[in-house]
């Protein structure tokens, strides 16, 4: 798994653009083991984008269960409107709208750009 580990630059350039705007709380939603979450947080520079990482092996829960995301809404004390998950499974995309987050289902960079776009998220 750490040796399949990779980052798509174009995906990561949008996070970025997204980072330096410094207008926007971001976090993370996960579904990995310890020593994987660790590696890739490592590996990849997340602390640089990320302020917070809702990581299964930390949260003992994970996506697409509600609590994980119940538990990000909380310790983040956002609204659900105002917050905007984003996935590239469907399935883990269900639960958040039905909390009241808006969502994206993630397919390419270019899309994901688009889609910001009309959550007001300029990139």
Do not use: W
């Not at 399949?4 to 980072?19: G, H, K, M, Y």
């Not at 979450?37 to 997340?46: A, G, H, S, T, V």
């Not at 105002?82 to 987050?101: A, H, K, S, T, Y």
């Amino acid at each position: 798994m750490f040796a399949q580990s990779r980052e798509f630059p174009e995906s990561r350039a949008v996070l970025d653009e997204v980072t330096r705007m410094k207008k926007y709380f971001i976090a993370s939603i996960n579904n990995e083991p310890l020593e994987l979450n660790n590696y890739r947080i490592e590996k990849f520079d997340l602390r640089r984008n990320f302020e917070v990482f809702f990581s299964s092996c930390y949260v003992r829960s994970r996506k697409p269960e509600a609590i994980i995301f119940r538990m990000a809404l909380q310790i983040s004390q956002r609204p659900p409107e105002e917050c905007l998950f984003i996935d590239d499974r469907p399935l883990n995309l269900e639960v958040p709208r039905q909390l009241g987050m808006n969502v994206i289902h993630y397919q390419d960079a270019e899309r994901l750009r688009s889609e910001l776009r009309k959550y007001r998220v300029e990139v």
